[in-house]
């Protein structure tokens, strides 16, 4: 079936006798057994929930996993993969990273015994694998830089030192990028951005292949409860019905701002995978059907990028990305904060830096918006 049928029908049982074209929230905690020792399949909705399941289903068949598991957020997800390790394992991961994700490691995951070390290119994390080593977790793009790195090669790697690929496609979705076709055991998702879609709600997946290791994670998210609740699970079914339209439109939209955005002379820098001179353009190319709709830039100092945040009028100021919204954010002081200050300039993420999520408004009203905000005036509106 294609994508976008997927999309639409996702997973087609009937749970009910009504005939809804639409799954129905079961909005119950437990589930009434008939006898003793006899079960419907579903006994309390912390362990399985049809509106949770049906969503499941989707993503993984969107994913072309073999199965999926659906939590409250990206970050419980995220934390969930870490139960699999014990204190003393080691885990390299991409050195650029949605800052959620880098706070997890560093302040809950170290603190828990595990290990790290941070590298950006398959050749690098070969060098850094030891003994000890049992995961590689990427992103790619990265959060905010829009790094790419080559999937395939790294779960080449990841093979043949017997090592778990993890790899977070937030960014690009199975609509541009199938992590577990390149080689990757699991596929991570914040469902929060494009799968949900319309800034409304929370969500995280993981998304597996192997029977073995979905029964291990299965056991971890039921033990420790993160679950995503019913109504949640609806609102991200019902997302992802126009989960292609969107990225389609939206990678569109995004590929004409980036390339808007390196014509001003107050922008010195624009991070998109879609343009020629990314630096992994060739590997996007290569792993993805498309380039998504992400882009950082750097402005010309903090000043400018204060004022744009303050003057875009379309745009929104806020943290998150992947809606039909679209939102700016300033990594250095959302998303990124609690990177420490050095390490975050030494990257380039600092007070010039902005991201852009590149939402279903017109792409010239967008930049329209963005010059307005980018061109110093008076108070009188003059330009100067
Ligand atoms: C790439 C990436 N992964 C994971 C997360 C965490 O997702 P959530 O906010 O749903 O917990 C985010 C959130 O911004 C993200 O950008």
């Given at each position: 079936m294609d994508f976008h049928t997927i999309c639409v029908h996702g997973y087609?049982?009937?749970?009910?006798?009504?005939g809804s074209i639409t799954t129905p929230i079961f909005q119950t905690a437990t589930f009434a057994h008939l006898s003793a020792g006899q079960s419907t399949g579903y006994d309390y909705s912390r362990m399985q929930n049809p509106s949770r399941e049906s969503v499941e289903r989707t993503i993984a068949?969107?994913?072309?996993?073999?199965?999926?598991?659906?939590?409250?957020?990206?970050m419980a997800a995220a934390a969930c993969?870490?139960?699999?390790?014990?204190?003393?394992?080691?885990?390299?991961?991409?050195?650029?990273?949605?800052?959620?994700?880098?706070?997890?490691f560093h302040h809950i995951a170290m603190k828990n015994g595990l290990r790290f070390s941070f590298a950006s290119t398959p050749d690098s994390i070969g060098a850094a694998i030891t003994r000890a080593t049992k995961a590689i977790f990427i992103e790619t793009p990265t959060n905010p830089l829009m790094h790419v790195i080559d999937i395939a090669q790294t779960a080449a790697l990841a093979r043949?030192?017997?090592?778990?690929?993890?790899?977070?496609?937030t960014f690009l979705t199975p609509y541009c990028q199938k992590p577990l076709r390149l080689g990757a055991d699991i596929a991570l998702h914040s469902g929060t951005k494009y799968l949900g879609g319309h800034n409304d709600t929370l969500a995280g997946f993981l998304v597996l292949k192997d029977p073995a290791l979905t029964e291990k994670l299965r056991f971890i998210a039921k033990t420790t409860g993160a679950?995503?609740?019913?109504?949640?699970?609806?609102?991200?079914?019902?997302g992802v019905k126009t989960l292609a339209v969107r990225m389609e439109r939206q990678q569109q939209s995004?590929?004409?701002?980036?390339?808007?955005?390196?014509?001003?002379?107050e922008v010195t820098a624009v991070h998109y995978p879609g343009l020629e001179s990314h630096p992994e353009y060739e590997i996007s190319r290569r792993q993805s059907s498309g380039f998504g709709a992400m882009i950082s830039f750097a402005v010309r100092d903090g000043e400018t990028a204060r004022r744009l945040l303050e003057r875009v009028r379309i745009i929104q100021y806020a943290e998150s990305l992947g809606g039909v919204?679209?939102?700016?954010?300033?990594?250095?002081?959302?998303?990124?904060?609690?990177?420490?200050?050095?390490?975050?300039a030494a990257k380039g993420i600092d007070e010039r830096l902005l991201r852009l999520s590149v939402g279903?408004?017109?792409?010239?009203?967008?930049?329209?918006?963005l010059a307005d905000a980018l061109e110093r005036k008076d108070m009188d509106g003059t330009k100067i």
């Open positions: 087609r049982k009937k749970y009910d006798i009504t068949a969107l994913e072309e996993g073999g199965d999926a598991i659906a939590f409250a957020t990206g993969v870490l139960e699999l390790f014990a204190p003393g394992d080691h885990i390299i991961a991409s050195d650029d990273l949605y800052g959620g994700t880098y706070r997890l043949a030192h017997g090592l778990l690929l993890i790899v977070d496609n679950c995503l609740a019913p109504f949640d699970s609806f609102l991200i079914d019902r995004a590929d004409k701002i980036a390339r808007w955005l390196t014509t001003r002379a919204d679209s939102l700016v954010t300033y990594p250095m002081l959302q998303t990124h904060a609690d990177v420490p200050e050095a390490e975050r279903l408004e017109s792409a010239e009203d967008l930049i329209d918006d």
